[in-house]
């Protein structure tokens, strides 16, 4: 097998391998030709080679996200690792497992005028759970002096021996400090930050290894509740009329059926979801935005409950914020084994343990369900909400929001539906999605800037066949996630185009002035049909209901290329289709 001759490129290798990280997304560069070179020619890893590096690292936090596992990250020195930020601050927000190997300079060339070379070391502080910085092997840092090079000295002997412990002592450092990045990426799960010094020559090769790295391995003990904590809840909780349970952001499958069963019959209960909550009950309550934006104060001080439970990421809905900011409930506990948001400025408990384990302390311990009309109450208003928006649905003209419809009723079972964010995941909250479905969305930070190349990561980790639905501006922004070389056949995309961010005509502001226009809605006559000529994409266009009803009947069939949709609707009349819909809802 071939190797880089360099020990510390080897000792990156080999630790990534003893330690399970097998995806590697590589962006060309000659820095990290050690790295590059080592990766490739191990059988081990599946690499990938992508050009551009803010793609290559939404491509990799799409894969981990769907295989749970660390998957790394490659790149040469200089601006090249600044492009990684938006991807590392979303996995940071999300708790995805990513490791970012840069490679970088040795030290005595950085700060003199060098090309291709910035401060990388600790260059993702406040947004990476550890930054591992390696040092140089001293014969690469040509400390170590030859015999010819040498001085007569007295102490030779003893220089040797000190530089050779120097040595050791950094070989220690380096393979501590990469061992421990990688061991938080998969127990905290989130980003960590592997910067690696590398010195020319770059390209040599050896045919067997010089080193044999440690591996430490660390196990973690789950945190048992403590008991006094749960008693002073069991009281609340057994005198509590309205109780709400509220789910962020949740992969699929993380809570078991009898949780859900056990909570939806309890009438002082209620369970709010959204999409990327992935938990279907009949009981539940989706769509937030539903429910709660046609509220009167009188019935907003009604549905305020008295115990809030969340568990999951970031909450979509903003309304559900506000509305819990302003009515607040006397208790609010959040279950993470990571972290706590007080989002809504009353938080008192966080519970450090999954919710699975969380439920299976308490619930059984629940003496009695205390006798209450706030599921019952809040039953009604939601089946209520249900009929008009059917009833909405048949008289609306084609806009985003029938689009929206007629799209999500397309999708086959047991697939995967990956969300732009902005307009798309917010018109995705009003609508039932088939419970088979897994929605996902980059919500850590809510950027527009990664969507497509997470999508297209997911789809080649997994091998549920994949769709995004994405409004214009996220597309066409992250239009270099279609330079990728291993986008599956069955992968499809659907493209809402209303010329522009539509958003904006949703939020205060002068719409339809050349300010607007220009500075906030941004809009364009652009059109996705030529970069999917060039990127080998089938493409297809709908501009009316029917067209889009036919263009549907097939687009999920199979194809010897990937598919896009591309929906063209009125952005003059989406904003007010909408916002007239809270108000028929009512």
């Not at 401060?119 to 840092?141: C, G, P, R, T």
């Not at 962020?248 to 939806?264: C, S």
């Not at 992250?478 to 209303?498: C, E, G, H, Q, T």
């Given at each position: 097998?071939?190797?880089?001759?360099?020990?510390?490129?080897?000792?990156?290798?080999?630790?990534?391998?003893?330690?399970?990280?097998?995806?590697?997304?590589i962006?060309?560069g000659?820095?990290?030709?050690?790295?590059?070179?080592?990766?490739?020619?191990?059988?081990?890893?599946n690499c990938?080679?992508?050009?551009?590096?803010r793609?290559?690292?939404f491509?990799?936090?799409g894969?981990a996200?769907?295989?749970h596992e660390?998957?790394?990250?490659?790149?040469?020195s200089?601006?090249?690792?600044?492009?990684?930020?938006?991807?590392?601050?979303?996995?940071f927000?999300?708790?995805?497992?990513?490791?970012?190997?840069?490679?970088d300079?040795?030290?005595?060339?950085?700060?003199?005028g060098?090309?291709?070379?910035?401060?990388?070391?600790?260059?993702?502080?406040?947004?990476?759970?550890?930054?591992a910085?390696?040092k140089?092997?001293?014969?690469?840092?040509?400390q170590?002096?030859?015999?010819?090079?040498?001085?007569?000295?007295?102490n030779?002997e003893?220089?040797?021996?000190?530089?050779?412990?120097?040595q050791?002592?950094?070989?220690t450092?380096?393979e501590?400090e990469?061992n421990?990045?990688?061991?938080?990426?998969?127990?905290?799960?989130?980003?960590?930050?592997?910067?690696?010094?590398l010195?020319?020559?770059?390209y040599?090769?050896?045919?067997?290894?010089?080193l044999?790295?440690k591996?430490?391995e660390?196990?973690?003990?789950?945190?048992?509740?403590?008991?006094y904590?749960?008693?002073?809840c069991?009281?609340?909780?057994?005198s509590?009329?309205?109780?709400?349970?509220?789910?962020?952001?949740?992969?699929?499958n993380?809570?078991?059926?009898?949780?859900?069963?056990?909570?939806?019959?309890?009438?002082s209960v209620?369970?709010?979801?959204?999409?990327?909550?992935?938990l279907?009950?009949?009981?539940?309550?989706?769509?937030?935005?539903?429910?709660?934006?046609?509220?009167?104060?009188?019935e907003?001080?009604?549905?305020?409950?008295?115990?809030?439970v969340?568990?999951?990421?970031?909450i979509?809905?903003?309304?559900?914020?506000?509305?819990?900011?302003?009515?607040?409930p006397?208790?609010?506990?959040?279950?993470?084994?990571k972290k706590?948001?007080?989002?809504?400025f009353?938080?008192?408990?966080?519970?450090?343990?999954t919710?699975?384990?969380?439920f299976?302390a308490?619930l059984?311990?629940?003496?009695?369900?205390?006798?209450?009309?706030?599921?019952a109450?809040?039953?009604?208003?939601?089946e209520?909400?249900?009929k008009?928006h059917?009833?909405y649905m048949?008289?609306?003209?084609?806009?985003?929001?029938?689009?929206?419809?007629?799209?999500?009723?397309s999708?086959?079972?047991?697939?995967?539906?990956q969300?732009?964010?902005s307009?798309?995941?917010r018109?995705i909250?009003?609508f039932?999605?088939q419970?088979?479905?897994?929605?996902?969305c980059?919500?850590?930070?809510?950027?527009?800037?990664?969507?497509?190349?997470t999508?297209?990561g997911?789809?080649?980790?997994?091998?549920?066949?994949t769709v995004?639905?994405?409004?214009?501006?996220?597309?066409?922004?992250?239009?270099?996630?279609?330079?990728?070389?291993?986008i599956?056949?069955?992968?499809?995309i659907?493209?809402?185009?209303?010329?522009?961010?539509?958003?904006?005509?949703?939020?205060?502001?002068?719409?339809d002035?050349?300010?607007?226009?220009?500075?906030?809605?941004t809009n364009?006559?652009?059109?996705?049909e030529?970069?999917?000529?060039?990127?080998?994409?089938?493409?297809?266009?709908?501009?009316?209901?029917?067209?889009?009803k036919?263009?549907?009947?097939?687009?999920?069939?199979e194809?010897?290329?990937?598919k896009?949709l591309e929906?063209?609707?009125?952005?003059?009349?989406n904003?007010?289709?909408?916002?007239?819909y809270?108000?028929?809802v009512?």
């Amino acid at each position: 097998m071939t190797y880089p001759k360099i020990p510390l490129a080897q000792t990156v290798i080999q630790l990534c391998k003893s330690k399970g990280v097998k995806h590697i997304v590589i962006s060309p560069g000659s820095r990290n030709a050690p790295l590059t070179i080592g990766f490739t020619n191990d059988p081990f890893f599946n690499c990938y080679s992508i050009v551009d590096e803010r793609c290559a690292a939404f491509f990799a936090l799409g894969m981990a996200q769907q295989l749970h596992e660390p998957t790394a990250i490659i790149c040469t020195s200089g601006s090249a690792l600044l492009n990684y930020y938006p991807a590392v601050s979303e996995a940071f927000f999300s708790d995805i497992p990513l490791v970012v190997i840069s490679a970088d300079r040795p030290k005595h060339l950085i700060g003199i005028g060098d090309g291709q070379t910035i401060n990388q070391q600790n260059v993702f502080e406040k947004h990476i759970l550890y930054s591992a910085n390696l040092k140089l092997d001293l014969k690469d840092e040509k400390q170590v002096p030859s015999h010819e090079e040498l001085p007569i000295m007295k102490n030779l002997e003893s220089k040797f021996e000190r530089l050779l412990g120097l040595q050791k002592d950094i070989q220690t450092h380096n393979e501590e400090e990469i061992n421990a990045a990688i061991n938080f990426a998969g127990i905290k799960k989130g980003p960590v930050h592997i910067n690696v010094p590398l010195d020319e020559p770059l390209y040599e090769t050896v045919d067997t290894l010089s080193l044999s790295p440690k591996t430490i391995e660390v196990t973690i003990k789950p945190e048992n509740i403590e008991d006094y904590l749960l008693e002073s809840c069991f009281e609340d909780w057994n005198s509590a009329t309205k109780k709400m349970i509220l789910v962020g952001v949740n992969a699929p499958n993380q809570l078991e059926q009898k949780w859900l069963d056990e909570l939806a019959e309890d009438d002082s209960v209620i369970v709010l979801t959204e999409t990327t909550s992935n938990l279907n009950h009949p009981s539940f309550f989706p769509s937030i935005d539903k429910l709660i934006a046609p509220l009167t104060d009188e019935e907003k001080q009604q549905l305020q409950p008295d115990i809030l439970v969340t568990f999951g990421g970031l909450i979509v809905s903003k309304k559900i914020k506000q509305f819990l900011r302003k009515y607040q409930p006397k208790h609010h506990w959040h279950i993470d084994t990571k972290k706590a948001n007080d989002t809504f400025f009353c938080l008192e408990n966080h519970f450090k343990s999954t919710p699975n384990a969380f439920f299976e302390a308490f619930l059984p311990r629940v003496t009695h369900f205390v006798k209450s009309n706030y599921k019952a109450t809040w039953t009604a208003v939601k089946e209520h909400r249900t009929k008009r928006h059917k009833a909405y649905m048949l008289e609306i003209p084609f806009s985003d929001f029938l689009a929206f419809k007629y799209v999500l009723k397309s999708i086959p079972k047991n697939y995967i539906l990956q969300s732009g964010n902005s307009s798309t995941i917010r018109y995705i909250q009003l609508f039932k999605i088939q419970k088979s479905i897994e929605v996902f969305c980059n919500r850590g930070t809510s950027g527009i800037d990664g969507s497509t190349s997470t999508a297209i990561g997911c789809a080649v980790a997994t091998e549920k066949p994949t769709v995004l639905i994405t409004g214009d501006l996220s597309f066409f922004y992250d239009s270099n996630a279609l330079w990728n070389n291993y986008i599956p056949k069955n992968f499809r995309i659907v493209v809402v185009n209303n010329q522009g961010g539509g958003i904006f005509r949703i939020l205060p502001g002068h719409k339809d002035t050349e300010n607007f226009d220009t500075y906030f809605e941004t809009n364009h006559k652009l059109t996705a049909e030529h970069l999917c000529h060039m990127y080998g994409f089938k493409y297809e266009a709908a501009k009316d209901k029917e067209a889009l009803k036919t263009a549907l009947e097939s687009f999920y069939n199979e194809d010897k290329q990937p598919k896009l949709l591309e929906i063209f609707t009125p952005k003059q009349i989406n904003d007010e289709v909408l916002l007239k819909y809270f108000e028929f809802v009512k």
